[in-house]
């Protein structure tokens, strides 16, 4: 029908009859089919590493990763081609690009970034990878059991149906049930194919291959050149400030920490370092730091490395301000603005004033807060980039950036990083977030591994002495060991009942260190994580369970099962399983892989290939070694970035095998080490009489090893 | 460096020196200013409607919608183009489409769709507009306070920040305040305008003003061919039976209703009807259903309707399969093929088989269910719409075919479908959804009316009698007065303690359907929702309150406070306000509009613009009359369908105010009364004497109005 216009002024008017200028579409105009969609065309990128492009490839984060580290992937071996992938396809369709990776029915897949939600094997899930402050770094990487991983080096969001959703015309589609009456039903059919979009003009499609999950992992770690190996003093001990705390407090808490017979290495400051915030001036404030270059100093001659807190938004306020401002995108953030780091001039004026007034001064490393938030998707950057592409790879952006100001220096930095993306193995960042149940702690830790990143709990509060206590062990045992008191001022002697038991935690982390630090220098020189998902181990072979669920016709109408499958266990270095307990528990489960293994406390054997019980007394985390495993210990310091040039060692040789490993040395604090300037020594159990001895050889390479005095344990006696 | 490649059958080689074809970014290549981004053009398009284009609009739901209503359109006024709109900006940029609406501080904002989240301003917050089953209808359609209402027309999802976000160089910033000093700082600072985007190549922009936000839902409504007149049975109880149920207990079922004095008009068959399911066939199952015809004929001779469920996903075993196949997707979901029912020869082959085996037989209508669910985004279909935009609109597309196919017999429907978007008014479907709190059902029935759309709780179980019962007086003021036994086989007798509840309830729904049906007659007409949200009556106020967060280092580091709005009441028809209890709770509040207001049972005065105590017995919902209301009611009969042709009215007058009210009815089943084909007959409560009188106009119009002998009730004697 034809309406009647009335005139209005500085408005056009027309005659209507229908709503829109875009009807309905009235023919069939596309080809829908599987053959319509053309095969990935791979091309080799390193060995074992192969690229497929779809479309026209926009930024990814692996335009921020580290240089692949060539001598070390051509040492890992050069798998053949995983054949399956040659039927790989992709295309770009309208708005979106995506992806069809073939799956075998037996394959099982691990990764998508860090997780905490229980999943181990991601088959049959779907998964949106959107960086957000819970998600940080949803890491476009999967890991199949099939030989090979896959990395979708996008800056878009990426959808994922891992093996879930059917195509009409695929070549394999499973048998369709009538739901009516038959009970197998599923609303979780199988696939035969990975499928993945993003909006977008187009992605690379990177493929690892490798006859072991953990090849895989160390093929990707390697290719995005990582691992990174921390300064020495970042394995210690980490307390963070209450964010107001001004200087002569900070000085005088960590005075308490030496007077109360507790390790501490780095001090972490807060946003109230800053002369506002949030946004960020940047600025040191002058009332509670009215001299910053004698506060480093002070609480350098105690030994002490400052982390400070700065996020990426920047205040009017900020001396900067005015410089970056060209450089900063349309969008705000909590009212800062965003400036865009993938420039070099924004990034030099950064760096430029970080050097004059941070790091000159002696501090050793920022904590990046809230780069997984940011302005709305359809911001625009100078650079050309949008929103939702600079959230997906601000983590990266930042990392890069403070990873060129430290090495400028050839000074190692270890921080703390709230979002990251693929290929950030060479950064020396953990990940931590606001999630807080312990389950969870683990199961990032362990996550953390198939996605090239580290992750660390920040232990806050506890909702009993009992929770706080068990929290604080799996930091222990986590990449960053670290008490967060920026909202509430907690202290390791906030609840005296457990104090004694802090102290001996603390002093076991610091007892650890020649086989933590020897364990990221395997990262660094293989991509072997340091803390590692259990599905990494050789050997490892957990059943999941599946649930019934119980008809409800409220909150369970479909009957749904649930799986659960074990994500309470991960590995520490390379023999040591680690099986947190949690609060309100006196005992746990605990699946040995094959082999045997022994109680990391007594030596005694503990079980081979099999789910044992488990319990440990408050102060103890349940730790099992694997057969031959040797874990060199030295005595607690107060301060690791004091170390003294010769450190002696008890060597601690578990089981019954013969056994080699190799201990790390170097300065602890340069990049000489990429020079050649470390030492290795290796350690060996060999077999003597009816029993093993120890063996250690000549510490070769140009640095003098620290370790030498060594005193065997053979725990298994 | 330099990677040594080997050489690999059937896979290219490359040497390679860096991962990714597309480093990041080096210059400033984009202009971020707001200057940069163009101002809308706006076109009129209807009294009071205006059109803006951004990029190249692609299919959104309008193009789903009904007819402009254009007389009821031009009857409702010609208000001036909200002069701040002009401002409106919006652009196409890489894959994003953009546009920024903006804001004056005060303005509140209201709608985007049905929601259950207690939120009724929804100013400083985002949301993402998919449609999903817990979504169901985010329609991206908003009112503001300010005099008009803005609808996206887009078959993407729609991210939408309502007044939070700043752009660097907006006219207006609110003052930055520095977190480590002040205890103001919000994470959610305001912001001057709208902002929303899709990924796509560009989109239309509805603007509707209006003197209140009825006026501009009305407006809203009426442009999009709405609201609809379901037919008189649909008004009546229905009845869903369990799953499998076979054709003899369903009439079993029928009789027993009878027997126990408990009125029916609607049954329901859930998937069990169909050979198999899921996916659909939409064929009769031969077992359970052996005789269609038959069945459905005696269904009918009991004056029974049928509601048959169907799902859009058809199976390979459907008889219409073969014919379908050509016009399906790419991806199937839970193994069916998804037909583009967009496309008119594949709705021909559905509407073919629906009529020869459904519609011919006296089928009344179906439940589109599963319809917000659908395959991946890059899922093609032949039209050449992706997986996202079918997913936007399938649920508009279903209605569409289902009014086609109802409309072509000149037989109304009235059905239910799982989802919806922008300009479903016109179509005779109550939304429902798997969401069970009942707070939500009230929430979801009240913002229905922002979106145009209607919404019905599914009662299916209750956690006690008390619950059950409180659940089902929600249902009976609610567009479909439903009991949900598809997975439980719950019946309204299954609770002996209060079935005498049940059935004076379900009476109280018959005796106000005089009200209800003059209530659809109106929104038909003038777009005026028969149940509304609160804020679209005129003198309501209700007092939102902020409670303070207390800092928790673990839940809520930030002490961020919480938003408490009102959402626990609503409309329905023009006078009646309707506050339902919930179980554990004896009394509760309402918040009465500026008025007086009186209780509906005793017609004793309740308040006037202020927020009253009320409680009520178990079988009693609190209702609210404002003054001057009248209430036609009808002694309960046992089917609508079968309503006499003469039916005597007590006519209530509630309160002092001299009032009018007009009073519909047709034949209650077809189209006729477009033709002009009803009755409206004046009812008037006048001055006389001290008190008031009542006075029966003459019935207008062809239809011989059945309301004959009238009884006038004054409430307030």
């Not at 080799?44 to 490839?57: D, L, N, T």
């Not at 220098?521 to 072979?541: D, N």
């Amino acid at each position: 029908m034809k309406l009647l216009m009335v005139s209005l002024a500085g408005v056009a008017l027309a005659g209507v009859e229908a709503q829109t200028a875009r009807p309905a579409p009235q023919a069939r105009q596309t080809d829908v089919s599987l053959a319509s969609v053309p095969k990935l065309q791979w091309k080799q990128r390193a060995p074992g590493v192969w690229m497929a492009v779809i479309g026209k490839p926009e930024v990814g984060p692996m335009a921020f990763a580290g240089s692949p580290r060539g001598a070390a992937l051509e040492k890992l071996g050069s798998p053949a081609f995983p054949a399956a992938l040659a039927e790989a396809r992709g295309s770009v369709h309208g708005v979106y690009a995506s992806v069809r990776l073939p799956l075998a029915a037996e394959e099982k897949l691990y990764g998508l970034g860090m997780r905490d939600d229980g999943r181990v094997d991601l088959r049959s899930r779907s998964y949106e990878l959107k960086v957000t402050p819970s998600t940080h770094a949803p890491v476009p990487f999967y890991i199949s059991s099939g030989g090979y991983g896959v990395m979708i080096n996008t800056a878009r969001v990426l959808r994922i149906q891992m093996g879930i959703g059917n195509r009409k015309d695929a070549p394999w589609l499973p048998p369709e049930i009538d739901r009516n009456t038959n009970k197998k039903w599923s609303s979780r059919y199988p696939s035969d194919a990975v499928e993945a979009n993003i909006t977008g003009t187009g992605m690379e499609v990177f493929l690892f291959a490798g006859k072991t999950p953990l090849e895989v992992v160390q093929r990707y770690n390697l290719y995005s050149g990582g691992g990174c190996l921390p300064p020495r003093w970042g394995l210690g001990f980490w307390h963070r400030m209450h964010t107001l705390t001004p200087a002569g407090k900070v000085l005088e808490e960590v005075d308490e920490f030496a007077k109360r017979d507790l390790p501490l290495d780095v001090i972490g400051l807060e946003p109230g370092w800053q002369s506002a915030s949030y946004p960020s001036t940047y600025d040191w404030d002058p009332t509670r730091f009215p001299d910053p270059a004698g506060f480093v100093q002070a609480m350098s001659a105690r030994g002490i490395s400052l982390n400070l807190w700065i996020n990426p938004f920047i205040s009017t306020k900020s001396s900067i301000y005015p410089q970056l401002l060209p450089y900063t995108g349309s969008h705000m953030y909590w009212l800062g603005a965003v400036p865009d780091y993938t420039l070099a001039p924004a990034r030099e004026i950064f760096m430029a004033h970080e050097r004059k007034t941070q790091l000159a001064l002696g501090i050793s490393g920022f904590k990046l807060d809230e780069v997984d938030e940011i302005t709305p998707e359809h911001a625009l950057f100078p650079s050309g980039l949008s929103g939702d592409q600079m959230r997906q790879i601000h983590g990266m952006v930042m990392q890069k950036m403070q990873m060129e100001a430290f090495r400028g220096m050839n000074r190692r930095t270890y921080g703390l990083v709230r979002g990251s993306n693929a290929g950030a193995g060479a950064y020396p960042f953990a990940l931590y977030s606001d999630g807080y149940t312990h389950r969870g702690f683990v199961q990032m830790i362990a996550t953390a591994s198939l996605a090239g990143v580290l992750w660390c709990p920040e232990v806050r509060n506890g909702a009993s002495d009992e929770d706080w206590l068990r929290r604080f062990e799996t930091a222990l045992f986590s990449p960053v060991m670290q008490l967060d008191g920026w909202s509430s001022g907690v202290k390791p002697w906030s609840r005296p009942a457990v104090t004694d038991a802090v102290r001996s935690l603390m002093k076991l982390r610091y007892q650890l260190l020649p086989y933590l630090y020897t364990a990221f220098a395997e990262y660094e020189r293989s991509g072997v994580p340091p803390f590692r998902h259990m599905v990494l181990e050789p050997g490892y072979a957990a059943e999941s369970k599946v649930v019934a669920g119980a008809v409800n016709s409220e909150t369970n109408p479909y009957a749904e099962s649930r799986l659960i499958e074990v994500a309470d266990q991960y590995m520490f270095g390379p023999s040591i399983l680690v099986a947190p307990l949690f609060a309100g528990e006196s005992s746990r489960k605990v699946v040995l892989p094959a082999g045997k293994w022994f109680d990391f406390y007594t030596g005694k054997f503990a079980g081979d290939g099999e789910t044992i019980p488990v319990s440990a007394p408050l102060d103890r985390v349940p730790l099992f070694v694997k057969d031959g495993g040797i874990v060199p210990m030295m005595a607690a310091v107060e301060r690791l970035r004091s170390l003294p040039g010769e450190v002696p060692l008890e060597v601690r040789h578990y089981g019954t095998k013969e056994a080699s490993y190799a201990l790390y040395d170097d300065d602890g604090e340069t990049f000489d080490y990429e020079k050649g300037v470390f030492s290795v020594q290796v350690l060996r159990a060999v077999r003597a009489g009816g029993g093993l001895k120890g063996e250690a050889g000549a510490a070769s390479g140009p640095w003098k090893s620290r370790y030498s005095a060594i005193t065997w344990k053979f725990m298994a006696n």
